[in-house]
């Protein structure tokens, strides 16, 4: 689990409607393999259906695995709280109570690892695989200094792919993650990536209440999820998400048997379509339409960045923009030819 940023996309509640009622919690993004993984697990273990159409349903939960545990612990005398998922061993040793089971559990009213020099509390990450909590210092190198300026702002928070813990300080922020508790127990929360300035389209991990979305804002979620069909499934008829299925795991350079492997891969439509269907609102894709981020991994040998649907084809060859080797080898082999031909490629 990596610590939730502040920033453009700050961490923290926010509030809906006229009644300022609190609408759940954003947890910053960071570029890191915890957050570019995005939250396929969370939501497999709340039994979010990936099948439901475009809309709130997509993203609702319907209860927990018994491989998790959900836990809300409050501090009445430190004037803290906390809400944790993860697996039970780790939500026992983050909260310090033994025997601790899956699922929606109830409501504990104390945590013991809770000390005046210490804020910012990592669960495993998702390379981890032991049960080991790590609670760091502020005054640690390691502490992440983002992190420590949200505690002012009232909330505190660290998630990946699999979990998240949500600190609350201050009796307002405690009272807003009690609701944000209850909704859960509830079932009436839905778990989302935000859509934020990155390449993925996705910043930080929404949790939200979902009775109290408004109908804008339903209606412009299911329109963002037609729009992020129809981008899967141009991209999924390139056929490179079914190549890298069967290929990732190493790499083009080491051997025949060598696979592409990245941290993080995800499509976007380029500039040009993007204006194209603004004139003509039917307009259809093709792959040529598409620019893919790519956050590759041995990245001593090959360059993160977006990239043509060609230029990944390439890739499986062991060649192109995206192999550092074949880019070095092409500026020599124009350097060259430059000096042949008499000519100067800078001053």
């Known amino acids: 689990m990596r610590a939730a940023r502040t920033g453009k996309e700050s961490t923290g509640f926010f509030r809906i409607g006229e009644a300022s009622e609190v609408g759940g919690l954003v947890l910053g993004g960071d570029y890191c393999a915890e957050h570019e993984s995005g ?15 475009p809309g709130i349903e997509r993203y609702r939960i319907s209860g927990l695995s018994s491989r998790s545990a959900l836990v809300f612990c409050d501090r009445p005398d430190l004037d803290q709280s906390i809400l944790c998922c993860s697996h039970p061993s780790n939500v026992a040793q983050l909260v310090g109570k033994p025997g601790i089971t899956g699922g929606l559990a109830t409501r ?12 910012v509390a990592f669960l495993p990450t998702w390379r981890d695989k032991d049960d080991r909590v790590r609670v760091l210092p502020v005054h640690s190198k390691a502490a992440d ?8 702002a009232g909330i505190i928070g ?26 859960f127990l509830g079932c009436d929360i839905a778990l989302s990536t935000t859509r934020a300035l990155t390449p993925f389209g996705r910043g930080g991990l929404a949790i939200v209440i979902a009775s109290r979305i408004q ?5 412009r979620l299911r329109e ?15 056929g490179l998400p079914a190549r890298f299925a069967e290929r990732r795991g190493t790499d083009p350079l080491f051997g025949p048997n060598a696979k592409p492997a990245y ?23 093709t792959e040529d339409d598409l620019t893919v981020w790519l956050n590759p991994m041995e990245q001593r ?5 977006w990239f043509s649907v060609d230029s990944l084809r390439r890739w499986f060859d062991g060649e192109g923009p995206v192999v550092k080797a074949w880019v070095e080898q092409q500026a020599v082999g124009n350097l060259d030819q430059s000096e042949a031909d008499g000519m100067s490629l800078g001053p």
Do not use: C
């Open 39 to 53: 939250i396929e697990e969370l939501r497999r273990e709340f039994g979010i259906s990936s099948k439901a159409p």
């Open 108 to 119: 504990h009213e104390g945590f013991d690892l809770v000390v005046a020099d210490r804020v």
């Open 158 to 183: 660290a998630w990946s792919e699999r979990s998240f813990m949500v600190r609350a300080l201050g009796e307002e922020a405690r009272r807003d993650l009690e609701a944000v508790y209850n909704a």
């Open 263 to 285: 941290f993080g891969i995800g499509p976007a439509w380029t500039r040009e379509f993007i204006e194209r269907r603004k004139a003509d609102p039917a307009a259809r894709p």
């Open 145 to 152: 200094r983002e992190a420590w300026k949200a505690y002012n």
């Open 224 to 238: 963002q999820d037609e729009d992020r069909d129809l981008l899967d499934a141009t991209f999924k008829a390139t």
């Open 301 to 305: 040998h090959h360059n993160f960045g």
């Open 215 to 219: 109908p804008a804002d339903l209606d």
